[in-house]
């Protein structure tokens, strides 16, 4: 017989706080097989469930949303509306932590919130509050959610809960530079983290920690070290996407100190991380970095070849938002170059890129771009008319 609901439940979620992702995997491989023979079809879920959980922490993440959808649609098959909020909320977590996919990862944390309210269940109300207020682009908005679901994890007395919101609102706080709040945040979510037991939990929140503390020259070293410990952990518990951001916190840390060398060090750390795994979402975030790491050391060719790249892969792993996102950035590195129809070219696929995905805002911000560059332009000929040579932007 398949093992009962709550204990399987609570199996899962203590092995996930202590990264034993490989033991969930084999427990739940078992689970599956035998729910499904016995048409258990919510120990069924639950399977699933810590399935795609685990595979996508190890980095698995073909098979993780796999088992995220299956899980998805047998919960709405079987009206189990509990479950099927976990569902959306752990489809989601792949969407965004193993393919970048953040506006679907968006529908389905709203998903999520507006099922678990209509059912009046506060703690899943809150956890996929916990996904929106993450996903969010705007600091306010993340800071609005995770006070809200201070309050509910309180009500509940829910320490995980809890440190996780106190996280996001000490993020929210980085975001707005307020690093006295952020690093206050940190150590109350430390401490709820602990009582909790969740040992990657705790290594994120000491990785941000020395987030904070490069912000100071007297800290930069402490905060770098704190950063190699959150690397160490997530690497020893093959937390992937832990590792890969941490490493790309590193590589953006080196780039604010201007050690060129040690920053792009870590972006092949990320590179080979991604060829590694196989994964190509991770692969084409990495082209882009590098392409901003040869654009800020002066190598606008090859920068330009490296966006070019990632803008290749995103149409390849069917990502716009981000295949947008690399041709603007190739379209900008052709502008400082004064090359003005390359740049246009550019701008312009990625314009009807944000237009098909009904996206005003950065529509209207590459629209600028566009004058801006007509401009340009018309003012570097001017110069030349009047016997000027113009300089290439810096």
């Known amino acids: 017989m398949p093992a009962k609901i709550d204990t399987l439940r609570h199996d899962i979620n203590e092995l996930m706080k202590k990264g034993d992702f490989n033991t969930i995997v084999d427990r739940c491989h078992v689970e599956l097989t035998m729910a499904r023979r016995e048409r258990q079809h919510q120990v069924e879920i639950i399977a699933l469930l810590g399935l795609a959980d685990a595979q996508c922490s190890l980095g698995h993440f073909d098979y993780a949303r ?36 953040t506006g679907e990862a968006y529908q389905d944390y709203t998903d999520a919130v507006n099922f678990a309210y209509e059912a009046g269940d506060m703690r899943r109300y809150g956890q996929s509050l916990m996904g929106l207020g993450e996903i969010s682009s705007n600091a306010s908005e ?15 007395n829910d320490k995980h809960l809890e440190a996780r919101a106190v996280l996001m609102l000490a993020n929210s706080f980085v975001r707005k530079n307020d690093y ?28 941000q920690q020395g987030l904070v503390l490069i912000q100071n020259p007297e800290t930069f070293q402490k905060g770098l070290e704190q950063q190699l410990t959150a690397l160490e952990v997530a690497r020893g518990m093959e937390a992937i996407f832990h590792e890969f951001m941490r490493i790309y916190t590193l590589a953006m840390s080196m780039l604010s100190k201007q ?29 882009g970095m590098l392409g901003h790491w040869q654009e800020v050391n002066g190598k606008p060719d090859i920068a330009i070849s490296y966006y070019s790249q990632a803008a290749d892969l995103a149409r390849i792993v069917k990502n ?12 900008s590195v052709h502008l400082s170059q004064w090359d003005f129809e390359a740049a246009r070219d550019n701008y312009n696929k990625a314009k009807a890129i944000y237009q098909s995905l009904d996206d005003g805002r950065n529509a209207t911000r590459i629209t600028a771009s566009i004058v801006y560059s007509y401009l340009l332009a018309f003012a570097s000929q001017i110069m030349k008319l009047v016997g000027m040579s113009p300089n290439k932007p810096e």
Do not use: C
């Open 320 to 331: 716009p938002p981000y295949e947008a996102r690399f041709l603007y950035a190739v379209g």
């Open 142 to 156: 993340s800071n609005k959610h995770a006070w809200k679901i201070i309050d509910i994890a309180r009500d509940l």
């Open 180 to 207: 006295d709040k952020a690093s206050d945040g940190l150590l109350v979510a430390l401490e709820l983290a602990k009582a909790s037991g969740d040992r990657l939990l705790e290594s994120v929140i000491i990785g």
């Open 259 to 287: 050690d060129m060398a040690e920053a792009r060090n870590y972006f092949d750390q990320m590179l080979a991380l991604s060829q590694d795994v196989s994964h190509q979402p991770y692969e084409m975030y990495t082209l």
């Open 66 to 101: 796999d088992y995220a959808n299956q899980s998805v649609e047998l919960s709405q098959k079987i009206h189990a509306v509990g479950l099927h909020v976990d569902a959306l909320n752990v489809r989601a977590r792949v969407l965004r932590e193993g393919y970048f996919q």
